[in-house]
């Protein structure tokens, strides 16, 4: 058994400390808000953003980030990514030599273009940091349903650990060291299924998806070739996997804030609406910005920018991208 904190108390945090639990091991959950500490404690629930996930009674919940991050085996960073350097900064006078943090936030710092483990190993350079990313809706994970996902590592003995920790029936994890490849993947599927999103919110249908889904893989896995990813991570679990359950799911925040747009709504109005952080929103200025770095081209990913941030209609962008210059298609990819 392992005593683990689990940093974050949103749906994912909320449904990976219930996994966790499940699986024999000692959890905190350490919540930024008083007021949220105090709703876990009477109900053993977040009625707020994962309700009817029930957590047991021997989970433990703090505001206190010494509390929360001294002493523990494994901290589970779930915060969303715009505050992950912010939380970092915040743990690391109380995160020990070695200590394991398994990163689970989902994005690229627009600012510095960096990932989030980039992020946490330069703001605890002490941790061991490692990845959990793959297609894993919380609303699914909390409720028991067969879930895979992959872990990454620096190396196979940290994967292996963070492999052993929460694998579970429900819940089959596998492991790689090319954690760039899976960041890239979980970052960038969030564009595209903003993109996905409005496509849906226009009225078109299953051909469109078919092909934003497509082409988005293939911006995706350029980009992440030019950086120096595995291809084959982008072909994989956190690849193809996280970006079709990201475009098609119900769940998706990212999808729900697209297809808003897509009737019409403005993109803070659409952000309002989801009621959560829309990661995809937040990656897509950073996505761009890599693309230009690297010299790749990314369609897809442009348009959406000019569709959140420039005042194109959705309806415009489609036609952009319907009426580019004829390409081949094995030579584009």
Known sequence: MANISVIGSGSWGTAIAWLLSNNGHQVTIWSYLKEETEMFMKNHENTDKLPGVKLADDVKYTNDLREAVSGKD????????PVVRSTSRSMSPYVAEGQLIVSLAKGIEE???MTMSEIEEQEIPQANV??????SHAEEVGRGLPTTI??????R????RVQSVFMSPVFRVY????MLGIQIGASLKNVIALAAGIADGIGYGDNSKAALITRGSAEITRLGIAMGANPKTLLGLSGIGDLFVTCASKHSRNRNAGYLIGKGYTMKQAMDEVHQVVEGVYSAK?????GKKYNIEMPIVEVIN??????????EGVKELMMRTGKDELESW
């Open 157 to 160: 003995e940290t994967a292996q």
């Open 130 to 135: 490692a990845v959990l990313s793959g297609p």
């Open 111 to 113: 600012s510095t273009l």
């Open 306 to 315: 000019k569709v959140l941030f420039e005042g194109m209609s959705a309806e």
């Open 286 to 290: 950073a996505g761009l910005l890599l």
């Open 74 to 81: 494994i901290l589970v960073l779930a915060v969303p990514s």
């Open 175 to 178: 492991t790689s060291s090319d």
């Open 150 to 155: 992959v872990a990454g590592a620096h190396d």
